[in-house]
Structures are given as structure tokens and as C-alpha cells.
């Protein structure tokens, strides 16, 4: 699996597989599905081989030196009624 990281925090913001080819420019991040306007080179890193964890969801999870730990702002999403 590989991960793309926001560099000056070190979240996780989105997972994909080995398989998909991602593009980083200098103007945003192209993914198999859709472009990631908001993160470009300057700003975010794609890691590669990694494991996320079983409940990973976006920004739920900082990756740091290879280590995952829980982001302490992360909340559950509220559903609604």
C-alpha cells in the first residue's frame, strides 16, 4: 500500500494500493479516480510499502518514521438522523 502525507503534519490524508499510479506536481496530485487539488509537491509526500491499520480513515492516523499513532484531533463522524 502506499499513503499520501500532509508534510507539515504528518497525517495521513488518503491510501491506495501498490497498484495505483499516483502523479505529484507542482500544482496537485493526480490519482486513479480523481485529482487531489488541495495537496501538490510542495506540500504533501507519497509513502510507499506501508501497512495502514485495519480502522485507517482519512486524517484518523499520523505516520511518522514508519510508525502510525492516532491523531489525538481525529473524531468519529457524526451520522445523521
Known amino acids: 500500500m502506499k499513503t499520501i502525507i500532509d508534510t507539515a503534519t504528518n497525517i495521513s ?3 491506495f494500493s501498490d497498484n495505483d499510479e499516483l502523479g ?3 500544482d496537485y496530485i493526480t490519482c486513479p479516480e480523481f ?3 488541495d495537496m501538490d ?3 504533501a509526500q507519497v509513502v510507499t510499502d506501508v ?3 485495519d480502522d ?3 486524517c484518523k492516523y499520523f505516520l511518522i518514521d514508519g510508525a502510525w499513532s492516532v491523531n489525538p484531533d481525529w473524531s468519529e463522524p457524526e451520522l445523521p438522523e
Open 35 to 37: 485529482i487531489i487539488a
Open 56 to 58: 485507517w480513515v482519512g
Open 24 to 26: 505529484v506536481s507542482d
Open 13 to 15: 490524508k488518503y491510501v
Open 41 to 43: 509537491a510542495s506540500n
Open 51 to 53: 501497512t495502514p491499520p
